[in-house]
């Protein structure tokens, strides 16, 4: 199996492209569970199995109080306290998954919103021993990151194979891939890689792939500006069950191969 965790600057595409390649890799046979770990989760819609949930009764599992206490011994934000390391979690994903387009199962389990997110917290504890359990009975574990850098201070990406970065046309965007190779590199993530999203020309494709690869990060993919993410946007659907996106659902084919051989793994 492999761990994906689908990073970068907020409004970049990494939760579209986190969705497109868990229904990819699904439709292609492999057991597949997606996380939502941004505080504004918005993988449920982008997976297309949001027409029949009311999104505003989907808690995230940092924010259920009552599961990481019963689970941890302490609160979620218990700082300090004596918790349990080891929780239970081997039934979350029977009852707190939810079934989306093409077989892909989704958690929403959002971020740490206390300060001290660095700090090995319950809901730390909790969401670090949901995803190592994951690991071991699943094809492909996608986490959909959220924005920016913070996320790697918890540890939750602490044993993914690959960092797959989205960087668009940006300064702002590159100097973003930059700390999260640092930062990437401090937790011993060896393979961080990066998508070009919103892409409009060869020179703009040219100067953000020449500055990655000062970084030492290697670009495996390009994906053109697409005008039918704006038509999902504005319809409050997935791209991918828009005819406008099939094409855009094809690139997603060709990203999930690549990282397949990038990652080299086997269906468990």
């Not at 579209?16 to 699904?26: D, E, W």
């Amino acid at each position: 199996m492999v761990k994906i965790a689908v990073t970068g600057k907020g409004g970049v595409g990494k939760t579209t492209i986190t969705a497109g390649l868990a229904r990819a890799f699904s439709r292609r046979s492999y057991k597949v569970v997606a996380l939502d770990i941004d505080p504004s989760p918005n993988l449920l819609s982008s997976l297309g199995c949001g027409e029949n949930i009311n999104l505003e009764h989907v808690k995230p599992l940092m924010e259920n109080v009552d599961l990481i206490r019963e689970r941890t011994g302490a609160p979620p934000e218990g700082y300090g306290l004596v918790f349990k390391l080891n929780p239970k979690v081997d039934d979350i994903l029977d009852r707190f998954g939810i079934e989306c387009r093409d077989g892909v199962k989704l958690l929403v389990v959002g971020t740490i919103k206390q300060g001290g997110g660095g700090c090995f917290c319950p809901a730390n504890a909790f969401a670090r021993r949901l995803v190592d359990y994951l690991s071991g009975g699943v094809d492909v574990l996608l986490m959909d990151m959220e924005a920016g850098v913070e996320h790697l201070g918890r540890g939750t990406t602490r044993t993914v194979e690959i960092l797959l970065t989205v960087v668009e046309p940006s300064l702002k965007s590159v100097e973003t891939a930059k700390h999260i190779k640092r930062l990437a590199s401090d937790l011993g993530i060896k393979k961080v890689l990066a998508v070009l999203n919103k892409i409009k020309s060869a020179e703009e494709e040219k100067l953000i792939s020449e500055s990655l690869q000062k970084i030492g990060i290697p670009t495996i993919y390009k994906i053109p500006y697409d005008e039918a993410m704006m038509k999902a946007d504005l319809e409050g659907v997935s791209v991918f069950d828009l005819k406008e996106g099939d094409l855009m659902f094809k690139r997603m084919e060709e990203l999930s191969k690549i990282l397949e051989k990038e990652a080299e793994f086997s269906k468990v």
